[in-house]
T-cell receptor
């Protein structure tokens, strides 16, 4: 059974810092890995999708990497801004399934001016 | 940009009542999903739907739950007899083939 863990659970940083959010998963037979942003009481916004054959994806100030063999993914946020404050969720789908996503508990990020 | 929509945004119901949560997936998507998030907990998979039938369901998705795509655009989740523990945020998602899933804004269900 796939387990997804995110570390740290919470992070508070000053504006402008570069930061790394970590995601680990127990079953390396993933089909893809998706990073989401969730604002309080709101839905999930997809940030990046990494397919199992890929090593990384970039979108603006965000870069996500994937190491299937070690069961890890990282989300790198460059030059953080107060508007980046949110909870960041990592989710994986497994090969051979209908791509149900298994979520981690998230990292709650606060960027202060 | 196309997006997944959900109605209502908030539903309050009494224990034992039936509720129907509605979703309009992105129009060219073929795979549809329901997830839920109990306050303070992880997002959990409930069910996936493809080609007009359930393709996978979780242990949570018992006989009290059902899904339907009644008219080719809407995708609904029905809970026949709600329990207090059904109180959660329910998210609908859709995807093209096996790729990126797009989520709706959610319906907050409160069972009293």
């Amino acid at each position: 059974k796939q387990e997804v863990t995110q570390i740290p659970a919470a992070l508070s940083v000053p504006e402008g810092e570069n930061l790394v959010l970590n995601c680990s998963f127990t079953d390396s037979a993933i089909y893809n890995l998706q990073w989401f942003r969730q604002d309080p009481g709101k839905g999930l916004t997809s940030l990046l999708l990494i397919q199992s054959s890929q090593r990384e994806q970039t979108s603006g100030r965000l870069n996500a990497s994937l190491d299937k063999s070690s069961g890890r993914s990282t989300l790198y946020i460059a030059a953080s801004q107060p508007g980046d404050s949110a909870t960041y969720l990592c989710a994986t789908s497994l090969s051979g399934g209908y791509n149900k996503l298994i979520f981690g508990a998230g990292t709650r990020l606060a960027v202060h001016p | 940009e196309p997006e997944v929509t959900q109605t209502p945004s908030h539903q309050v119901t009494q224990m034992g009542q039936e509720v129907i949560l509605r979703c309009v997936p992105i129009s060219n998507h073929l795979y549809f999903y329901w997830y839920r998030q109990i306050l303070g907990q992880k997002v959990e998979f409930l069910v996936s739907f493809y080609n007009n039938e359930i393709s996978e369901k979780s242990e949570i998705f018992d006989d009290q739950f059902s899904v339907e795509r009644p008219d080719g655009s809407n995708f609904t989740l029905k809970i026949r007899s709600t329990k207090l523990e059904d109180s959660a945020m329910y998210f609908c998602a859709s995807s093209v083939s096996s790729y990126e899933q797009y989520f709706g804004p959610g319906t907050r269900l409160t069972v009293t």
